[in-house]
């Protein structure tokens, strides 16, 4: 316990924020979320640039996607949690983002939207062989309707298993963000004819009341194209 203004508190004991003038309801919401998030305060204690990277290792630790000597590539990376993890785990991870991100020890990062029509090649470029996993934490700045944000997510994780079939080795693994909403049974078509299984898999990092998932995608029938 300590005392803080008068008042004793507990640790663990919730935290609330005011609302300061000038900012956002919606702002306090987020920031008061973040300051009673434990996997914010883990990232922190564990070196972590943000909680996303429990999402990968509690994923990894499911269904082991990331061993020593893999190549990685990780899209959607800012601001490097989870080219934090495989990089780690003693994976050779090239990572792209829209954002700057700043080095991460033993890695490549490409500054570029995934979407510009150069980002496949410089990627390509960059490994310099096939990929053994593929990983797409995209997202596109949510509006708050839940139906656009769903489409728009939809259409990075399309875009990124598209990318993903050209520079998998075979047995390869793809692993995606998507919300769920009715819009993904074409993508899931596509990865059932692609790979050996897929499942959606909710890692317990990420927060109850959203709708995101993962769908996890083993053992690539194709090759580099």
């Avoid at 987020?30 to 998030?37: E, H, K, P, S």
């Avoid at 939207?113 to 410089?122: G, L, N, S, T, Y």
């Amino acid at each position: 316990m300590r005392k803080k203004g008068g008042k004793t508190t507990r640790r663990g004991t919730a935290q609330r924020v005011k609302t300061a003038k000038g900012r956002k309801t919606s702002s306090t919401r987020w920031l008061q979320r973040q300051l009673n998030d434990p996997y914010v305060h883990e990232a922190s204690r564990q070196g972590y640039r943000s909680r996303a990277a429990f999402k990968l290792k509690e994923l990894d630790e499911r269904v082991g996607l990331i061993k020593k000597g893999m190549t990685v590539i990780d899209l959607g990376a800012a601001p490097g949690g989870w080219t934090q993890v495989a990089a780690e785990k003693g994976a050779h991870v090239v990572a792209l983002d829209l954002l700057p991100m700043d080095p991460v020890p033993g890695t490549v990062f490409i500054q570029m939207d995934f979407m510009d029509d150069d980002a496949p090649e410089a990627l390509i470029a960059a490994i310099g062989s096939g990929a053994d996993l593929v990983l797409s934490d995209m997202a596109p700045n949510t509006t708050g309707h839940r139906g656009t944000d769903h489409l728009r997510i939809m259409m990075l994780a399309e875009a990124a298993c598209e990318f993903a079939v050209q520079v998998l080795k075979p047995g390869g693994t793809f692993v995606s963000k998507v919300l769920l909403g009715g819009t993904e049974k074409e993508l899931l078509d596509r990865m059932k004819r692609d790979f050996t299984t897929v499942k959606h898999i909710k890692p317990p990092a990420s927060r109850k009341e959203s709708a995101e998932q993962y769908v996890v995608a083993t053992g690539f029938r194709g090759g580099p194209s």
